[in-house]
């Protein structure tokens, strides 16, 4: 593990699950604190008011922070996996 001069640390080496989500045609990345699966239906938070959208996982990738496919400041949890029809 690197410590910077401060004393902090510099880079944990977690890994976190992404899914690229389909929302009215457009992909967008997100965190997703449970296991989801390509296919799925998916509530995630979109546009200003982070509103619940539905979405279909297009993709699901593991990464760490530092080769994750959104910067982790910026990325946004999906709300819940919808039940299949």
Request: hydrophobic content about 40%; aromatic content about 8%; proline content about 9%.
């Amino acid at each position: 593990m690197i410590h910077s001069l401060s004393g902090g640390v510099i880079a944990e080496n977690g890994t976190h699950t992404f899914a690229k989500v389909e929302i009215d045609g457009a992909p967008h990345w997100f965190l997703s604190p449970f296991p989801v699966r390509e296919g799925d239906r998916v509530l995630a938070p979109f546009g200003r008011g982070d509103l619940p959208r539905e979405g279909i996982v297009r993709r699901v990738e593991t990464a760490s922070a530092q080769c994750a496919p959104v910067p982790m400041n910026r990325a946004k949890e999906l709300y819940e996996v919808l039940p299949r029809a």
